[in-house]
């Protein structure tokens, strides 16, 4: 009889296949690049700036948060784009950034919210909620 470890193991890489094979993703995620950014400016659509870096545990744990909100339909019009903090330092100076784990949230050229190192849920939807209305 398998061991519970290797039944637990089992169920997560179950669970992982599952979840990448049946994932409808609803907003649209890319890394940023200017013309990117502009372009959703001009779409008026809502817009998240996710300044992140890959050894950041906060930004982690954001990225469970945001992947998350992926499959929630009502943020199906939500555009975001991923900003390096380790190798795009013109675009953290432009946004004026000093940290990674930065959120900022745009609807059309208006930035509406903008926070550093949060990684509450309700307080993330709602800085992305003041870009939606």
């Not at 169920?11 to 890394?31: H, N, Q, T, Y």
Request: charged share 20%; with cysteine; aromatic share 8%.
């Amino acid at each position: 009889m398998p061991s519970i470890k290797l039944m637990r193991i089992a169920v997560i890489a179950l669970a992982g296949m599952a979840f990448s094979a049946g994932a409808a993703w609803s907003f649209d995620e890319k890394p940023f690049d200017k013309a990117a950014f502009e372009a959703a400016q001009s779409s008026g659509k809502p817009l998240l700036i996710d300044v992140f870096a890959p050894w950041c545990p906060v930004c982690k744990a954001q990225q469970a948060i945001l992947g998350g909100l992926q499959q929630d339909a009502k943020y199906k019009d939500l555009t975001v784009l991923k900003v390096d903090f380790d190798n795009q330092p013109d675009v953290l100076k432009s946004f004026n950034v000093r940290q990674q784990s930065t959120l900022i949230a745009y609807k059309g050229k208006m930035e509406t919210a903008r926070s550093a190192g949060d990684t509450n849920k309700a307080s993330i939807e709602a800085l992305i909620a003041t870009a939606m209305k």
